[in-house]
């Protein structure tokens, strides 16, 4: 009953940036979490960063300092903002929230359909 719609993946060159959304809809009450997972070629899914409606986050090492997570709560909507992007950042790249329905507040886990990020030169 929610679902999420991500946008901004591309091709870019190492160094480069990109801007990833991610726009949740449907019988939310609350989301109490959303995330950035991704999955290369051979790899397990990752979690890239995740942040909280209070704003905490947590980022993979290998991202630190590069990808910064946000959210606008009015919106339902995620974004990640990946700077300094190396090869080895290529994979699918997929939003998850979790929270509450409304009415009956029953709890979601919604997954996005991925975007594809490539970062090649």
């Known amino acids: 009953q929610v679902q999420l719609v991500e946008s901004g993946g591309g091709l870019v060159q190492p160094g480069g940036s990109l801007r990833l959304s991610c726009a949740a809809s449907?019988?939310?009450?609350?989301?109490?979490?959303m995330g950035w997972y991704r999955q290369a070629p051979g790899k397990e899914r990752e979690l890239v960063a995740d942040i909280a409606r209070g704003g905490s986050t947590n980022y993979a090492d290998s991202v630190k300092g590069r990808f910064t997570i946000s959210r606008d709560n009015a919106k339902n909507t995620a974004y990640l903002q990946m700077n300094s992007l190396k090869p080895e950042d290529t994979a699918v790249y997929y939003c998850k929230a979790e929270g509450s329905q409304i009415l009956n507040f029953a709890s979601f886990t919604s997954w996005g359909q991925g975007t594809q990020v490539t970062v090649s030169s």
């Open positions: 449907g019988r939310i009450f609350r989301i109490n979490v």
